[in-house]
């Protein structure tokens, strides 16, 4: 069956490939109409709102924004008398007319000369930069790449700013309040479990990072995984010729010391750009974990159980991470790209847990105390090897990528617990267990694209896409100091994904249609080695994901989009793993061996008003949904945490969007979301759940100006509570603050800036169903206050190429990768 779908994909490509190559004899001649915007300096106009109208009624055929070094273009252009108009703030308007015929492939518009409003403060420079928060018609963008809140922070950290994102208590992220986010970096997915994600975007240095976007319905181009969308983090591509590069020095302080620090260089000479980063970070912080639960005693008059825990968790992190690569261009079409990238990463954890167990939580019968040391190291190396060739002007493209990644993690773990009386006196003997956890996951991909215009208004996508990830693990333990450690688990997992998809994008008088489809063949095996394990589970199983998108301009002021596309989450590779790790003598966690993936089916419709008010509505059914679930087995009072499949989950959301101008030193946006989250499965621990909350999130944004190389920023965030699965997530807010500033001739930034101002954020969730009923608390620490320093360097004139890899989703699945 798997060889048959390969045939098939590959037949319908050369198809329609030769299609399109047989349609492009007999289509009309292009048309590219491009041009430069400067300023009254006769320097380059950047980041400028430039829009093509027609000449006949004004109204917006397409609208793009300037680059770096003031050009502009637009492609597919019909014949026709058009208008150009250049906005930006601070200037006024520069308009030009053109014709464009038949007989012309490109039209280039003389450069347009933007001159400064006549409000202007003559003692004042206004300069145009992107907003924190833009939205676009598939996608919201949150430009981190000037932000101050930034500087000295995470990847992670900036992540939980964005909008509509949330973290909790396990690293486990969501959008809209639906878990399932697909994680990528340059538009390439992981391939990581929740954990190894958090690890990797810890260790990332937020300087590093230029753009994160979040797609919350993504097309057929990309991976089908991810049911509430995919957020993807750009890194910083350099835009420069010659040598240049820049340093970051940060410091930061919350209940103890922090630093980070950041290096990058690149060259361009000629047809050779060779690039490299390097980022250290160290951080020590504290968590205080508090659980209360109660275990029912089912015999016929029996009394429950109470369990009070408190657990302070003392973690020291020291990440490093890299990435050295080049780019060549063979010709003016065609360029090849190598690039080198990983991690090394260590993590010591201490705790000193205490659960207080008795007939109420007022009243102990004995004591546990938990003792526990675990050291962790992470480490990743990846190769990328990239060819991209353009085949003709007209936008004909073929692009390929070869990945190959490797991460090799290791626990090692000691657990002593020692049992009391109320009075103090030595209940139990002491207890003792250490384990060994190493990890090995190796992942291979493949994958290819192609674009190819078939006419001026019609254009053509496919690829193909295939995946290797095997992960094995393996579990020792010991129960004294003294004795050898002994294998008690071996697990090994191991999936195929051959993909293939094709896109056709046509465009209409103010209408835009896009529909898609992406065939997907996953073929796993999971084998076990332990009493506990069924020693082979095999799957295989072929799915095909549809997507369709209708984009309707009905003037210069308002815009309509419909989406629809449907989607996948196959289990992460640790939800997979059998192994049982004990945290205490009453608290385990275990993998499923027996996970199934989920599916959802994902609509949304955007309203746009004046290009930057922006109202969505969405909903989305997911079945086989993939949730974490308590458990208590009342005979011998153990709470154990587990995942499993429930049955469908219903999720509805509206979205407002909307940025504002108080005064020429003062702006802000608005970002709201209201959800309903609901889910059913019947049988579920021997009851039948049904339960669901409507829940929102407010998240305001203030960016002020008030002097020359000056800008501070502020920042609030409210989740209401809300209810996921088994859980009832408590309410979270917080505000962060921030100013910087430049030094020597801007080439100097220093930017001060504090997280969570009031140490209000935290994790409270509770769980009450069946046997289960308990609640957890958490915080962590959030008030941090940060000074950073970067200083660029070099020449600054040409933008070089980004580079990317073609392995991100596989690596999202994976643990550890901070």
């Known amino acids: 069956m798997k060889t048959s779908l390969i045939k098939i994909i590959y037949i319908l490509l050369l198809l329609v490939i030769g299609t399109g190559f047989a349609f492009a004899q007999t289509a009309k001649p292009e048309t590219k109409v491009s041009?430069?915007?400067?300023?009254?300096?006769?320097?380059?106009?950047?980041?400028?709102?430039?829009?093509?109208?027609?000449?006949?009624?004004?109204?917006?055929?397409?609208?793009?924004?300037?680059?770096?070094?003031?050009?502009?273009?637009?492609?597919?252009?019909?014949?026709?008398?058009?208008?150009?108009?250049?906005?930006?703030?601070?200037?006024?308007?520069?308009?030009?007319?053109?014709?464009?015929?038949?007989?012309?492939?490109?039209?280039?518009?003389?450069?347009?000369?933007?001159?400064?409003g006549s409000h202007n403060l003559n003692t004042v420079n206004i300069t145009a930069s992107k907003p924190l928060i833009e939205h676009k018609i598939d996608r919201t963008v949150m430009n981190v790449e000037n932000s101050i809140l930034a500087a000295g922070n995470s990847a992670m950290d900036i992540l939980e700013r964005a909008p509509g994102v949330s973290v909790d208590k396990d690293d486990n992220i969501s959008l809209k309040g639906k878990q399932g986010v697909t994680v990528m970096i340059n538009n390439k997915l992981t391939y990581l479990t929740s954990a190894q994600l958090a690890t990797l975007l810890r260790s990332t240095d937020g300087t590093t990072i230029q753009s994160i976007e979040i797609i919350t319905n993504p097309s057929a181009k990309y991976d089908a995984a991810g049911n509430s969308g995919i957020i993807n983090i750009i890194l910083k591509k350099n835009k420069q010729v010659g040598t240049n590069g820049s340093i970051t020095a940060g410091a930061g302080y919350g209940?103890?010391?922090?630093?980070?620090?950041?290096?990058?260089?690149?060259?361009?000479?000629?047809?050779?750009?060779?690039?490299?980063?390097?980022?250290?970070?160290?951080?020590?912080?504290?968590?205080?974990?508090?659980?209360?639960?109660i275990i029912p005693d089912t015999t016929i008059g029996g009394a429950p159980t109470y369990f009070r825990q408190t657990s302070p968790l003392i973690e020291a992190d020291h990440n490093n991470s890299y990435r050295l690569g080049a780019d060549y261009d063979l010709s003016s079409k065609n360029t090849i790209g190598f690039v080198a990238s990983g991690y090394f990463n260590g993590e010591q954890d201490n705790i000193d847990d205490r659960t207080y167990i008795g007939p109420s939580f007022t009243q102990v019968d004995s004591t546990l105390r938990t003792v526990s040391g675990i050291h962790q190291t992470y480490h990743n190396i990846a190769f990328n090897l990239n060819d991209t060739y353009k085949i003709d002007t007209a936008g004909q493209e073929l692009s390929a990528d070869l990945d190959y990644s490797q991460f090799k993690n290791n626990s090692v773990a000691q657990y002593v617990t020692d049992f009391y009386l109320p009075d103090g006196s030595i209940q139990h003997p002491e207890s003792f267990l250490g384990n060994l956890t190493p990890s090995t996951i190796n992942i291979r991909t493949a994958k290819i694209d192609y674009t190819k215009p078939l006419t001026k208004s019609l254009?053509?996508?496919?690829g193909l896409k295939f995946s290797d990830v095997k992960t094995d693990n393996n579990l020792t333990e010991k129960d004294t100091v003294t004795n050898p450690y002994v294998s008690t688990n071996h697990f090994v997992y191991d999936e195929k994904i051959d993909a293939g998809y094709i896109n056709l994008n046509k465009d209409f008088k103010g209408y835009s249609v896009q529909a898609g489809l992406r065939a997907e063949y996953t073929s796993s095996t999971a084998n076990g080695d332990s009493a506990n394990v069924v020693s082979n589970i095999p799957r295989h199983y072929l799915n095909l994901f549809p997507s369709l998108f209708l984009s309707h301009t009905i003037n210069d002021k308002n815009e309509m989009t419909f989406s629809y596309s449907r989607r996948i989450d196959r289990p992460q590779y640790d939800n997979l793993n059998p192994f049982v790790f004990h945290l205490d003598p009453y608290t385990y966690q275990k993998g499923n061996p027996y996970l199934k993936p989920q599916y959802t089916n994902n609509f949304e419709f955007n309203y746009t008003y004046n290009k930057n008010i922006t109202l969505t509505l969405g909903y989305s059914k997911t079945t086989d949904v993939i949730t974490e679930v308590p458990g208590t087995d009342p005979a011998t009072k153990v709470s154990f945490i587990t995942q499993d499949n429930l049955q469908v989950q219903n999720a509805y959301n509206v979205n407002l969007y909307a940025p504002y101008t108080i005064t020429k030193w003062w702006e802000g946006n608005v970002n709201a979301t209201a959800f309903y989250l609901g889910f059913k499965s019947n049988g579920l621990e021997g009851g039948d759940l049904d339960r669901g909350q409507l829940a929102y999130n407010i998240r305001a944004t203030e960016t002020f100006t008030p002097f020359a190389d000056y800008k501070a920023?502020?920042?609030?965030?409210?989740?209401?509570?809300?209810?996921?699965?088994?859980?009832?997530?408590?309410?979270?807010?917080?505000?962060?603050?921030?100013?910087?500033?430049?030094?020597?001739?801007?080439?100097?930034?220093?930017?001060?800036?504090?997280?969570?101002?009031?140490?209000?954020?935290?994790?409270?969730?509770?769980?009450?169903?069946?046997?289960?009923?308990?609640?957890?608390?958490?915080?962590?620490?959030?008030?941090?206050?940060?000074?950073?320093?970067?200083?660029?360097?070099?020449?600054?004139?040409?933008?070089?190429?980004?580079?990317?890899?073609?392995?991100?989703?596989?690596?999202?699945?994976?643990?550890?990768?901070?």
């Open 35 to 116: 041009g430069s915007l400067l300023d009254e300096n006769g320097k380059p106009m950047d980041y400028a709102t430039v829009s093509l109208l027609k000449a006949q009624d004004s109204s917006v055929v397409k609208g793009t924004i300037s680059n770096e070094t003031g050009i502009y273009t637009f492609d597919h252009i019909n014949s026709g008398t058009y208008i150009i108009k250049a906005t930006v703030v601070g200037y006024q308007p520069a308009i030009k007319t053109l014709k464009v015929t038949d007989s012309a492939s490109s039209v280039i518009v003389p450069a347009l000369k933007m001159l400064p």
């Open 255 to 293: 209940a103890y010391g922090k630093d980070n620090e950041n290096v990058t260089l690149n060259h361009k000479e000629g047809n050779l750009n060779i690039f490299g980063s390097f980022s250290h970070n160290d951080n020590k912080r504290i968590q205080n974990i508090g659980i209360m639960r």
């Open 459 to 462: 254009k053509f996508e496919s």
């Open 713 to 818: 920023e502020l920042t609030g965030n409210y989740q209401s509570d809300l209810t996921y699965g088994l859980y009832d997530v408590k309410p979270r807010y917080s505000v962060d603050a921030g100013i910087s500033h430049k030094f020597a001739d801007k080439k100097l930034n220093v930017k001060l800036s504090m997280s969570d101002i009031f140490n209000t954020l935290r994790n409270d969730v509770n769980s009450q169903y069946q046997n289960t009923d308990l609640f957890i608390t958490q915080k962590r620490e959030s008030r941090i206050t940060r000074l950073t320093l970067t200083y660029n360097f070099g020449n600054n004139k040409i933008k070089a190429r980004e580079h990317q890899t073609g392995a991100d989703e596989e690596k999202n699945r994976v643990k550890g990768a901070n």
